[in-house]
């Protein structure tokens, strides 16, 4: 019966022992979740000034921001840009840029005309680490002066980015 007593007490001592060794404590996690990246408009697509005579034809601004005109259309002085879209962010190294497919309407700012830009082209370039600027290409086809009277004609365009 004694040799009960020393084991019970042998093992009392032990397992008092282990319990005074034994420390619990909690810690902290922590995330964030950020946009894949941001895209902002920093130029405006703006093929410029210029005059339609007889029968139209088109003006051109390329991805460099190069302007050409075809058919009857006559470039004038001034600002002519393609426009441009900065990246920032992305931890993605290759994207794809969806440029519209059919032709999109730039309406007359006080008549119900409407002229058409499509044959939309781009180029895409690395800034600096994490920008990348994509500049956006477009052809603008007129009719005759009669059919796009002079005046500002504006409208929307949308392009979608893929990111790999």
């Known amino acids: 019966m004694k040799r009960i007593g020393l084991i019970l007490a042998i093992l ?28 902002k408009e920093e130029v405006q697509l703006n093929l410029g000034t210029f005059s339609a005579v007889n029968e139209g034809g ?3 601004v390329v991805p460099d921001g190069t302007r050409v005109s075809n058919g009857s ?3 004038q002085s001034g600002l002519a840009s393609p426009g441009v879209f900065v990246i920032s962010g992305s931890g993605s190294p290759t994207l794809n840029v969806m440029l519209p497919g059919d032709p999109v309407p730039l309406y007359h700012n006080s008549t119900a005309n409407k002229i058409y830009l499509e044959n939309w082209t781009k180029s895409i370039s690395q800034k600096e680490f994490g920008t990348i600027r994509i500049n956006i290409g477009a052809t603008l086809r007129l009719k ?7 005046g500002i004609y504006t409208g929307k365009y949308q392009i979608n980015i893929l990111f790999d």
């Open 58 to 60: 088109s003006v051109t």
């Open 73 to 75: 259309v006559i470039l």
């Open 12 to 39: 009392s001592l032990v397992s008092l022992l282990a319990a005074s060794g034994q420390v619990s404590v909690t810690g902290t996690a922590m995330t964030e979740i950020v946009p894949l990246a941001t895209v």
């Open 144 to 150: 005759s002066a009669e059919a796009n009277p002079p």
